[in-house]
Nanobody, 116 residues
Framework: HVQLVESGGGSVQDGGSLRLSCAARTGTFRSACMGWIRQVSGKEREGVAS???????SYADSVKGRFIISRDNAKNTLSLQMNSLIPEDTAMYYC???????????WGQGTQVTVS
């Protein structure tokens, strides 16, 4: 069983920064593909960024150059540094894990990010 707990959300002004963290309680974090997915109420989920077990990251076009995903396998922690935030980044952000980067099997409870 994998448990994911996000933290670091909040409210920030346009152009500001936030750092999200995800603590993973699992013995298989090192081999997992990890990702951040966001969702606005009433809209479909959007994959924001992912990082595989080799540390290779990928980003949605909407956040490239502004967001950085990283992982610390020693601490079982996933992070998302969000810079130059814009109101369109407002959403609930979820941490997710899977054995590959295609379909996520495990999800956190989400953390709200609001940019105004």
């Amino acid at each position: 069983h994998v448990q994911l707990v996000e933290s670091g959300g909040g409210s920030v002004q346009d152009g500001g920064s936030l750092r999200l963290s995800c603590a993973a309680r699992t013995g298989t974090f090192r081999s997992a593909c990890m990702g951040w997915i966001r969702q606005v109420s009433g809209k479909e989920r959007e994959g924001v960024a992912s990082i595989d077990s080799d540390g290779i990251a990928s980003y949605a076009d909407s956040v490239k150059g502004r967001f950085i995903i990283s992982r610390d396998n020693a601490k079982n922690t996933l992070s998302l540094q969000m810079n130059s935030l814009i109101p369109e980044d407002t959403a609930m952000y979820y941490c997710a894990a899977s054995g590959n980067c295609l379909n996520y099997n495990y999800w956190g409870q989400g953390t709200q990010v609001t940019v105004s």
